[in-house]
């Protein structure tokens, strides 16, 4: 079980000082964002192989990706064919955004035909395409996940669960449940935690809440029992570490050391 560091905190920078940062931070391997204005943009996916080599000269590797793509293209072709050349073997896809002015169904079968086309990439390229957990999708929970991989060959078609996205911010599905229906395609996750606290009293009466991003140690998403769970059940895959702090970016990366050293601790613990 690797723990990668979410190359998104680090927007903006060449890929030579990401590579310095991300193996600085102690991190095992990166997943590489590739996204407009980031480390690596979708208009120069031949990017992908120079950051390949650049995070293995520190010692890196980056056995993950993160694209926006939802539509299995000819430009998403190019992009999934870098990630090949680059030892890439598995992309994490975008979002599948829910409309709540159309019907859910019509979505849902909309996004299983794209997810076909991408099963065929997916085996075309001989990688794995994965689905995060995410609020405001149509795989916001375990539940609605399976909508869209039921059926399919986890060889291909994995699943990315996000407990902080999933059982905090956008419902409170029990983690449990979420990695049981998952369990056949469950692939990587997500690791970061959050929290709520209450604002201030509308014209009507009803309080406000807001949710934000706290420490590992400090949100409301159970690390201390998801990571036994995970040791366990001899879960070998990607632990993605994301930084989503509101804070400048050097703040941040104080923030990922100590979530990073807080994340070791509880898989030592658990190991003994």
């Given at each position: 079980m690797d723990i990668a560091y979410f190359?998104?905190?680090?927007?903006g920078l060449p890929l030579e000082k990401a590579a310095e940062i991300t193996a600085d931070l102690g991190f095992d391997c990166a997943d590489l964002l590739v996204r407009d204005g980031h480390t690596v943009s979708p208009d120069r996916p031949e990017e992908i192989i120079k950051a390949a080599k650049l995070f293995a000269a520190t010692g890196l590797r980056i056995p993950m990706a993160t694209i926006d793509s939802t539509r299995p293209d000819d430009a998403t072709s190019r992009l999934l064919g870098f990630c090949g050349e680059a030892g890439i073997g598995q992309v994490r896809l975008g979002f599948w955004r829910y409309d709540p002015l159309r019907r859910w169904k019509v979505q849902v079968d909309e996004a299983r035909r794209g997810l076909d086309g991408f099963e065929r990439l997916a085996e075309c390229f001989g990688m794995k395409l994965t689905i995060q957990l995410h609020g405001g999708t149509l795989h916001s929970s375990g539940a609605l996940a399976m909508q869209l991989l039921a059926g399919r060959d986890p060889v291909g078609i994995g699943a990315y669960p996000d407990p902080a996205n999933q059982i905090i911010r956008e419902g409170s599905e029990d983690w449990r449940l979420t990695l049981d229906l998952l369990d056949p395609w469950f692939c990587c996750m997500g690791v970061k935690n959050c929290g709520w606290f209450p604002g201030a009293y509308g014209a009507l009466g009803q309080r406000a809440w807001h949710s934000d991003w706290y420490g590992l140690d400090d949100g409301m998403v159970p690390w201390n029992d998801i990571i036994p769970h995970l040791?366990?059940?001899?879960?070998?895959?990607?632990?993605s570490m994301h930084s989503q702090y509101r804070v400048p970016r050097e703040q941040a990366l104080d923030k990922a050391r100590a979530d990073l050293a807080h994340l070791r601790r509880l898989v030592a613990a658990a190991k003994e």
């Open positions: 190359t998104k905190t680090l927007e040791i366990a059940t001899g879960f070998a895959g990607v632990l």
